[in-house]
């Protein structure tokens, strides 16, 4: 309730500002609707958790809000100085907020943020061209005293440290959700009246510049609302690393950004303009060819890449990931709760089976007790082969009593027959689990499934040596004939109880 109310009297304030810009009561209404921005954005700063790009934000907000006070006191002073203190606290904003989005981005992507400041530097060197050619050198060249002709060319270059800084935390890596986006939206909202003040400055009489301020209101409460927001931290949160992709839309603004030169030059020409358009348009197609040239370079490279990070992640016999990604994933995921369970397999028998069939056989048992380790997963699970003939399980979401159902499953799965060459080969396997509860990382769970498994495995063996021999099992089909050879496994290979799975 209290958050509509504040957004309908923030809106009325907006309102206000933008109907009646000339009076002392839109002027009074602008700076306490800006003024509990800034308060509600200081009260905020004091949550728990990461501070510092927060208080650069409310550092920035502020800094405005002292520049359009200032303004207001000079003027009920009788005074209009055309460069003041009022020009300071406006500027400054500039490199502050510019600081604060620094900030997140250093935070959230460390060492990952090298293509999107290359980008963004490139974007920004675009803009700075244009900037530069409309406003920053006629600024400079106009008549007036020297002071003013350089504050009126700093605004566009504090624009620039704004646009560099958006584009930074546009193209950076990392989740943006809902305080991204209205970080992002407020000071693109900032960029574009600053722009329009400054291309209507001429045209436009002061009053109807001051009823800009109004959405100039709306653009500040956009940047405030990110720092209010309860999941504002989750701007901070490191990115997870990925292999960089050259989105289609990134390649076009690039392609523009490269333009603007050859623009802007063909521009200022005086010749005829049919010979200006075919120079730019020949410039264009060069850009063109280079840029879709250099696209399939990237994703040529792009696939060789993703086809050396598949072998280096996954096994080349079975297509499970590998033990190093397991122990990634348990060190990244860990979570010490009853419901992140590991299974630790290992497979009984397959000695066996390579010493009677060879090891083209054991390659299949290998392959076809991996496709069934899949088959009796869930999607999130990670099934992955730790070498040999040792498998692991590692599930999210998952309790104790889920974990044993699905180990139950996984043994009776793997102890189906595989027939390979007309042989039907029988392995049995020895699971062991263990939860996330009472490790301290990863490492030692994973510890805990193998120990688990071994005392399963030991268990069947003093049991299999208590027990009578079995009778032969194991059948191979050769024609019609049907004939008994020796059984690559012991009964409780195949019944062994539940009760054998410790935690």
């Not at 270059?157 to 970080?183: E, K, M």
């Not at 690039?254 to 030059?265: H, Q, R, V, Y």
């Not at 490492?443 to 688990?452: F, K």
């Amino acid at each position: 309730m209290r958050k509509t109310a504040g957004i309908m009297l923030l809106l009325a304030g907006a309102a206000i500002t933008a109907l009646t810009p000339d009076s002392i009561g839109g002027q009074a209404v602008y700076l306490a609707c800006f003024a509990g921005l800034v308060v509600a954005t200081w009260a905020a700063v004091r949550r728990p958790g990461p501070r510092r790009p927060w208080v650069l934000t409310a550092c920035a907000v502020t800094s405005w809000l002292a520049g359009d006070i200032t303004t207001v006191i000079v003027q009920l002073a009788g005074r209009t100085p055309s460069v003041g203190l009022a020009d300071v606290f406006w500027l400054a904003g500039y490199p502050l907020m510019g600081a604060a989005i620094l900030a997140m981005v250093r935070r959230r992507a460390p060492g990952q943020s090298r293509a999107a400041l290359q980008d963004g530097l490139t974007l920004t060197t675009a803009a700075g061209l244009a900037a530069w050619q409309f406003f920053i050198r006629p600024e400079l060249h106009g008549g007036g005293p020297t002071p003013s002709l350089i504050v009126g060319a700093l605004y566009p270059s504090g624009d620039l440290v704004l646009f560099a800084a958006v584009v930074y935390l546009v193209l950076s890596p990392g989740r943006n959700g809902v305080p991204g986006l209205l970080l992002i939206a407020g000071n693109s909202l900032s960029l574009i009246l600053d722009t329009l003040l400054t291309m209507l400055s001429d045209v436009l009489p002061g009053s109807a510049a001051d009823r800009l301020n109004g959405a100039l209101l709306l653009a500040n409460a956009l940047i405030v609302g990110s720092v209010l927001r309860r999941d504002r931290d989750q701007m901070l949160q490191p990115a997870p690393i990925e292999k960089p992709r050259l989105h289609p839309a990134r390649l076009t603004f690039l392609g523009l950004a490269m333009l603007t030169g050859p623009i802007l030059a063909v521009a200022r020409q005086t010749g005829r303009i049919e010979e200006r358009m075919l120079m730019l348009s020949a410039t264009a197609v060069a850009v063109g060819f280079c840029l879709a040239r250099f696209t399939q370079a990237v994703h040529e490279q792009g696939r060789t890449q993703d086809r050396l990070t598949y072998l280096a992640d996954h096994d080349s016999l079975t297509g499970l990931v590998n033990r190093r990604v397991l122990a990634e994933r348990l060190t990244r995921q860990f979570r010490s709760r009853d419901d992140f369970a590991l299974l630790y397999l290992d497979l009984d028998g397959f000695k066996a089976v390579n010493d009677a069939y060879g090891h083209a056989a054991g390659d299949a048992v290998l392959v076809e007790v991996a496709r069934r380790i899949r088959a009796e997963v869930r999607d999130a699970d990670l099934a992955a082969r730790l070498g040999g003939d040792e498998f692991a399980v590692l599930s999210r979401e998952l309790d104790a009593t889920g974990a044993r159902e699905l180990a139950d499953r996984l043994r009776r799965a793997v102890s189906e027959p595989i027939v390979c060459d007309r042989a039907a080969l029988h392995v049995g396997v020895s699971i062991g689990l263990a939860t996330g509860a009472g490790c301290a990382h990863g490492e030692e769970m994973l510890s805990r499934a193998d120990q688990a498994m071994f005392e399963v495995k030991r268990g069947r063996r003093a049991a299999a040596g208590a027990s009578a021999p079995a009778q032969p099992g194991v059948r191979v089909r050769s024609g019609t004939a049907v004939k008994p050879v020796q059984d690559l496994r012991s009964p409780q290979d195949v019944d062994a109880p539940e009760s054998r799975l410790p935690l």
